[in-house]
């Protein structure tokens, strides 16, 4: 059974700023064909690289149920990017019949648990991305790099 996998984990340079943050067990995942790499704001359109983007007024859930929303750090709306995106990672699962993924921690899109807070200054607050919280509201087991 494949896992689904934030691909900046698994060392493509898909991240905001054109790196990548790369795990050494989730690259082998991938290499052994045990993983499906996504990056929800590449499937939602955003370019690479792109400015950082955060939320606002909310989390992931908030988010997919229009209480809440998404820009980058010039305040330019990205919400409907990081909606659509989820929505093609969970299409990606459900073609592969994933049960469980690792994403990236504190993404906007990826995070679980906590996220960064709407200011861009590195701050945190409870919550999860938007593809972390639609994975989670379809049963699909999300945790992060940092639980592995």
Same mark, same amino acid.
């Given at each position: 059974?494949?896992? /689904?996998?934030?691909?900046?984990?698994?060392?493509?340079?898909?991240?905001?700023?054109?790196?990548?943050?790369?795990?050494k067990k989730i690259k082998k995942m991938l290499e052994e064909?045990?993983?499906?790499?996504?990056?929800?704001?590449?499937?939602?359109?955003? /370019?690479?690289?792109? /400015?950082?983007?955060?939320?606002?007024?909310?989390?992931?859930?908030?988010?997919?149920?229009?209480?809440?929303?998404?820009?980058?750090?010039?305040?330019?709306?990205?919400?409907?990017?990081?909606?659509?995106?989820?929505?093609?990672?969970?299409?990606?699962?459900?073609?592969?019949?994933?049960?469980?993924?690792?994403?990236?921690?504190?993404?906007?899109?990826?995070?679980?648990?906590?996220?960064?807070?709407?200011?861009?200054?590195?701050?945190?607050?409870?919550?999860?991305?938007?593809?972390?919280?639609?994975?989670m509201k379809n049963k699909i087991k999300v945790i992060t790099?940092?639980?592995?």
């Open positions: 059974m494949k896992i /689904l996998v934030s691909a900046c984990l698994a060392g493509i340079n898909c991240r905001f700023n054109g790196k990548n943050q790369v795990n064909g045990k993983a499906v790499c996504v990056c929800p704001e590449e499937l939602g359109g955003l /370019l690479t690289p792109r /400015l950082p983007s955060e939320m606002i007024d909310g989390s992931g859930e908030d988010v997919l149920e229009e209480k809440a929303g998404v820009i980058n750090e010039e305040g330019a709306d990205v919400t409907k990017n990081f909606i659509e995106g989820s929505r093609k990672a969970l299409e990606i699962a459900k073609k592969y019949k994933i049960k469980n993924a690792i994403l990236k921690s504190k993404s906007t899109a990826c995070g679980k648990g906590q996220i960064y807070d709407g200011t861009f200054s590195g701050k945190l607050k409870e919550g999860n991305g938007v593809t972390c919280a639609l994975l790099e940092n639980d592995i």
